[in-house]
């Protein structure tokens, strides 16, 4: 190879050949390499500068791209006032809670209807959790009024009662052949009395006589009072659509510890409410409403009156306030009121001025 090579450079001829070769190659790759840059159209110092500079990126992931959607939670429970004299009975399946157990039923059953509350004739558009209305105060028996001294006394004469004399005494003969008698009919009414007395068949004593005082139209003996629900007075939510299931008027509800504690805690308030309108000198606006949130504790105290919303006057707005403050603590919860609850709850009460 090495004489080969000396050869071709001796020579001249081959020597241009080979020289010439060279140099065509040589231009090509020079080209090969510049034609890109050389020629596109933009500037060269923008390329240059964008491939210099490194690219920087950005990427966020939402929080909740790849958990699963919480699970919906069930229904809150909603506390309702039972039936006093509703028979203690619990339900099957129901997110009502009460202090006593009961069954959804009305006296007057409505066939094909399947709601969770019975029919009641009320107000639209309030918020009401009741079924019967009461006193929670046993109400007292009226004494009969005293007759007047100074007056005097009426008596009334019993009507006569009809008497009839009895028919006679019983005859007989007695003969060879057999024994035979003949016996009058008793009449209605008989008695042993010589004549008969025409009169009322079931009239009482003649010999009697009712010494109470006659009745005095202008002023009539005072009405019996009849209560059969010691519980507080009602306002009832209008609901014309009930239930087949017949009884005393209740809702579907389960007893809770939680439940009992409302239930003391609204008598409580109903009760200091109504004292307070007695004492008062006015009334609240027959109509208004007062609707009162506060926080309570498990010590049973109102830690915060968080809202106020009100139609009333001012007097009924601190008196609804005051009903449920000046009744306060209420008492410590359970532990499995606080297992559930936990350490406070909110309540809000609405009062309905009549």
Do not use: C
Request: net charge neutral; glycine share 4%.
């Amino acid at each position: 190879m090495r004489k080969a090579l000396v050869r071709l450079w001796t020579d001249p001829d081959s020597r241009s050949i080979l020289i010439g070769l060279v140099a065509v190659l040589l231009v090509h790759l020079f080209l090969f390499a510049t034609a890109p840059y050389v020629l596109r159209s933009d500037a060269v110092h923008a390329t240059l500068a964008r491939h210099s500079v490194p690219r920087t990126f950005s990427i966020e992931i939402a929080p909740d791209a790849f958990t699963k959607p919480p699970i919906k939670a069930p229904p809150p429970n909603k506390f309702v006032e039972a039936n006093p004299n509703a028979p203690d009975n619990a339900p099957d399946k129901t997110n009502n809670f009460s202090s006593r157990n009961s069954q959804l039923a009305q006296e007057k059953p409505q066939a094909d209807q399947h709601n969770d509350t019975p029919k009641l004739d009320g107000k639209k558009d309030i918020q009401s959790n009741q079924v019967v209305s009461g006193m929670l105060s046993k109400p007292q028996e009226n004494s009969p009024p005293v007759p007047d001294a100074s007056k005097p006394v009426k008596a009334q004469t019993a009507a006569k009662q009809m008497q009839n004399p009895l028919s006679g005494f019983e005859k007989s003969v007695t003969g060879d052949d057999g024994f035979g008698s003949n016996v009058g009919k008793v009449p209605d009414q008989a008695k042993p009395v010589p004549n008969k007395v025409d009169g009322v068949a079931n009239a009482q004593n003649p010999d009697s006589q009712n010494m109470e005082p006659a009745i005095d139209p202008k002023h009539p003996r005072a009405r019996a009072m009849i209560n059969n629900y010691q519980t507080r007075p009602a306002v009832f939510k209008d609901n014309q659509f009930g239930t087949s299931n017949i009884g005393p008027v209740a809702y579907d509800a389960k007893w809770s510890n939680y439940g009992a504690y409302l239930h003391k805690m609204i008598e409580a308030i109903q009760i200091q409410w109504e004292r307070i309108l007695q004492e008062s000198a006015t009334a609240p606006p027959p109509g208004s409403t007062v609707t009162v949130s506060f926080i309570l504790d498990s010590k049973g105290k109102i830690s915060s009156i968080t809202d106020i919303q009100t139609t009333s006057s001012e007097q009924g707005k601190r008196s609804s306030v005051s009903a449920i403050t000046d009744t306060a603590p209420y008492g410590d919860w359970t532990d499995d009121m606080i297992a559930i609850l936990g350490n406070e709850q909110s309540l809000t009460f609405v009062f309905y001025y009549e």
